[in-house]
């Protein structure tokens, strides 16, 4: 059994342990360092499908969560903006296939799990960006937005996420967190996979 280190909070270092090879495994897959605009514009169709249905699904218990500040963390507007930078219009966005969760999302604990990975993506995006940009020829107004989604403020978000998840502290709650973290990484990955961008 691996033992959360002490200087951590206990909920942070059960998600870390629990996740780190899936995240692992599956941002090799990634194809962030593609130079082919097709495969990424494929890719962020992929992205929009997955955010756009979980993000609805979050919403409700989301918007009780003091601090968390919800309405600016939703990345499925920056999503639907590279989509229109890329080419799609109103029509081809509408007929993007969307994800089906078997995720429940029941609780605060539930919805921090999950944001566990989409903030952490959000967090991991920003030492990719630049190289993306140059590869593609974008930008955060031309196609790149999702990945500069808080710009300077990324890391500030980051902390706050954090504050909100240091409260997860109860026992059951830190389990519920970390089995809707594993599930995100697995349905992220089915996702990704069914939509055939992956490595």
Partial sequence: MTVPPKSLPLILSELRIATTQQHQLLEKRIPFFTSDQALYTRLIEAYYGFYRP???????????????????????PSLEADLYALGLDAEAIKAIPLCRFGLQIRSAADVLGVLYVLEGATLGGQSMRNGLYAR???????GGRFFAVYGT???VMWRGFLACLYEVREPAERAQS???????????????ERCGVLQ
């Fill in 178 to 192: 970390v089995v809707a973290a594993e599930a995100t990484f697995k349905a992220f990955e089915n996702w990704l």
């Fill in 153 to 155: 403020s990324t890391l």
């Fill in 136 to 142: 593609l020829g974008i930008d955060e107004h031309q």
């Fill in 54 to 76: 979980l993000e609805a699904m979050l919403f409700q218990m989301a918007m009780t969560i003091p601090d968390l500040d919800w309405l600016i963390r939703s990345k499925t």
